[in-house]
Structure formats: structure tokens, C-alpha cells
């Protein structure tokens, strides 16, 4: 969504956002859980001034992993609909979060209320299978069923760090909260849209990759379920990992 020529003066100019979105961020009840990955595992979708904060985050605080974010953004970015194992890049091989610090909304709200009621989170089943009739329709490609059906059912470890009253009103008070801080950035009709809600893994990918990369995704797809190649992934992962924040 945003090249790099451009990432770096919109940055700039969201400095004095960052920290109100801390405030919103910290005014969020905490949660515990039990460390398993199972809820972390799926890519959290994040607003524009969430994805910068991130961005920041891995700028400043992770410069020796770069390379590995890179390669599963990369990873990610071709394979999302392709791969049902596919893990949020940001979850390492201990289940660690690299980005806990900045971690977008989506993931601070998850265990605070039933899943159902959360603002942003998970594809429907219905959305799913309305982009694998788009794939199968437009470029022949069959998306596999472990994709389609998604993440499994919440994890029961998840939970409120301590009793708390009306989580969903909370949860949604914050939503309207960080809506209304995405409005200092874009237009509010493209944010009542949701236009910027992406994959945060995705809005990293976007400014990374050359812009022909989009136009190679449905390529990359097909070479890796109709014939098990990664060639064009592969291509693009040694570029990505080039990348300097």
C-alpha cells in the first residue's frame, strides 16, 4: 500500500499519533495465555497507523532479524491462499511474538470477548469461499480446503488477565477509538470501508516488493500447487531480503 518514497514521509507526519495510539493500546484490559501459537498463528489484520507503528518497531528494534521477517513476509504475501500452514511471519519457531511491543489491536483484543464479537479479526467462512470462487473463476486455480476452513476454534487459554466488566463494549469503545486515530491519516469514507485494514504481514510485503510483484502473485500460486515449485517466490524472496528499514 505504501512504497517506501512514500512510507517515509507519511511516518513522519504520524509521530504525534503514535502516542495516543499507545494510550488506546495500554487502555486495553490485559490477557493471559498459555503460550501455544494457536491463536497467534493466523496474520492480524491492522489499520495503516498500526501497520507504521509496526514498521517503527521493527526499524529500531530488530535490525538482526530482518532477514527472516523478509523471507516469511515474502512467503506470506505469495502463499496466503495457497498454504494452510502458513504462520503469521511475526510468530518465531518458540512461539515468541518479534513485534509483541507493537503488536496491532486485532491481537490485544483476542481473549477479552468471544471471537464473534470482535471488530476485526478472522475471515469469514463466506469471504473465504467467495475469493476461491474469484480464483477458480478468473485464473483456474483451485485454492485448498485446509485454507478455506481457516483457523480452528479459539483457544480456551486466552482469557482476561482479571475480572472485567462489559469486554465488549470495552473492546468496541477502543475500535471507534482507533477508527476515528486512522481518520488522521486517510479519508474518513475509505476508513469506515475499512480500505487500510490489510494482513499486517501484507502491508509490510507491499512496501517491500517492487510493485510488479501483485501481478506475479496468482504465477507464484500456481507454480506451488499445480507443480510444487517456489521459483518465483524464490526470486522474490532474495530481492525482499535485500530490503534495508
Known amino acids: 500500500m505504501l512504497p517506501p518514497e512514500t512510507l517515509y514521509r507519511v511516518l513522519d507526519y504520524a509521530q504525534p499519533l503514535f502516542q495516543r495510539l499507545e494510550g488506546l493500546y495500554g487502555a486495553l484490559p490485559g490477557v493471559t495465555c498459555a503460550r501455544c501459537g494457536e491463536c497467534c498463528a493466523d496474520a492480524p ?36 491462499h495457497a498454504e494452510a500452514d502458513l504462520r503469521c511471519p511475526f510468530l518465531d519457531g518458540t512461539n515468541t511474538c518479534l513485534i509483541y511491543p507493537a503488536r496491532p ?27 476461491a470462487d474469484y480464483y477458480r473463476e478468473r485464473y483456474g ?7 478455506l476452513r481457516g483457523p480452528g476454534p479459539a483457544c ?24 476515528l486515530l486512522e481518520t488522521e491519516l486517510v479519508p474518513l469514507t475509505s ?20 510493485r510488479g510483484a501483485l501481478a506475479r502473485r496468482t504465477r507464484a500460486m500456481r ?10 517466490l524464490e526470486r522474490y524472496v532474495t530481492r525482499a ?5
Not at 486455480?141 to 485454507?147: G, K, R, T
Not at 465488549?168 to 469503545?173: G, T
Not at 476508513?191 to 507491499?206: C, D, G, K, Q
Open 223 to 232: 507454480e506451488y500447487l499445480e507443480e510444487g515449485r517456489t521459483t518465483t
Open 45 to 80: 489484520p491492522a489499520f495503516l497507523i498500526e501497520y507504521l507503528y509496526a514498521y517503527q518497531h521493527i526499524k529500531s528494534h530488530l535490525r538482526p532479524r530482518w532477514p527472516e521477517i523478509l523471507t516469511r513476509v515474502t512467503e506470506y504475501f505469495f502463499l496466503e
Open 191 to 210: 476508513t469506515l470501508n475499512r480500505e487500510t485494514v490489510l494482513p499486517l504481514p501484507l502491508h509490510l510485503a507491499l512496501t517491500v516488493l517492487p
Open 241 to 245: 531480503r535485500k530490503y534495508a528499514f
Open 105 to 131: 489491536f486485532a491481537c490485544r483484543a483476542w481473549g477479552l470477548a468471544p471471537p464473534e464479537r470482535l471488530p476485526i479479526r478472522r475471515r469469514p467462512p463466506a469471504a473465504m469461499q467467495e475469493l
Open 156 to 179: 480456551p487459554h486466552a482469557r482476561p488477565a482479571g475480572p472485567i466488566k462489559e469486554p465488549v463494549r470495552i473492546v468496541d469503545q477502543a475500535f471507534t477509538a482507533l477508527s
Open 141 to 147: 486455480l483451485v485454492i485448498p480446503a485446509a485454507v
